[in-house]
């Protein structure tokens, strides 16, 4: 009986007994965990040069990890944390768009889910009104933050994923201290399928 | 300049000046705040009935609230924190059928998004293995909680959302301290279209 604050029960075995040592990640090209499966370890740069022309169900064993629509780390970005994916509507959120596919995926290597930290901006160049986060924020109006926009992000410290509509719904996007510095300067680099800087909910990457 | 855990920037004024004091909830019936539009205060039994046959915008200027797929609290649930929902995407999350309208909905009066905790159970009535969580849970099974099933819920205080799948997509169902006793025994008291017991996030609602 765990009587943490964040701890679930007893740590249950990732595998089958006789399984042996257990993949980060397990994907399928149909949905449910059906059709043909392949394992993997580390980053996918394009799921169709691996035999693999459809992503359609996965399963992460452990880590924390970021899917794209695109190869090459391009496109709508999905932020897949532990647990059972068994079609679209698993990984896919609100996106605006249906993509029923995930072209390349790597982990989130700086994932720390108790010790993350970042600044937002109104502006961007970390300018203007600025607020600090070192919570999960299904809303960002109701912790005071006017306007549904953000300028840019500076994050010290663990993983983040931001999304435009409160709740954590609509596009979403990924941001990691590790990469070029933690510095989101402008939109355009919260990634390649960015238009608008409305962000509304933000919260912590879970390793 | 802000630099407290979860406070985000100063408080700003929720609505533009000489607007007096603001409705907690105003819909359009058209997408991005165009169309017809009404201001609410309390629960709405039935958007029909007050004269919205569909709701496709809406703005929560206050407060948390629970909207339902059908009158009369019943359907599908979407839990709306303070924000802008332009259009159906931003507060369907992924549900796996697409429902473009929001006929009932309700404050949530018991959120309390400090102050929350919440024991989740293995098996129905509050048996089997057992969880305690006091923070949010983007992935069950990363903080060791085997399979992705729970059995039964007891809220001890505030309002939780439970969702499907990872990362809080997939169907969600509010879970609240103030509603019989906080005592979810079996997956048909989580909602009238609840139909499995899969869970794979839980976080806090903020009021």
Chains 1, 2 share one sequence.
Not at 22 to 33: A, N, Q, S
Not at 143 to 165: E, I, K, M, T
Not at 179 to 190: D, F, L, P, T
Request: proline share 7%.
């Amino acid at each position: 009986v765990s009587t943490e604050g964040e701890q679930c029960g007893p740590p249950a075995s990732p595998c089958p007994p006789g399984h042996g040592s257990c993949p980060p990640i397990v994907v399928w090209d149909e949905p449910f965990f059906q059709g043909k499966r392949h394992e993997f370890s580390t980053d996918c740069y394009s799921t169709p040069e691996r035999g693999f022309s459809t992503v359609r169900s996965f399963r992460i064993e452990s880590g924390a990890w970021v899917g794209f629509e695109h190869c090459g780390f391009q496109g709508q970005q999905f932020v897949l944390e532990r647990g059972e994916y068994p079609c679209w509507e698993a990984w896919s959120g609100s996106n605006a768009y249906h993509v029923d596919r995930m072209s390349s995926f790597r982990p989130i290597t700086c994932a720390e889910h108790g010790r993350s930290q970042l600044l937002l901006f109104e502006q961007e160049n970390f300018q203007g009104r600025r607020g600090e986060l070192s919570d999960d924020c299904p809303s960002l109006p109701a912790l005071g933050w006017g306007g549904s926009a953000v300028g840019s992000f500076l994050v010290c410290s663990g993983a983040w994923v931001c999304s435009q509509y409160p709740g954590y719904r609509g596009f979403q996007y990924l941001l990691e201290s590790d990469s070029h510095a933690g510095e989101y300067k402008h939109v355009r680099e919260w990634g390649s399928h960015a238009q608008t800087g409305q962000v509304q909910s933000i919260r912590r990457v879970q390793q």
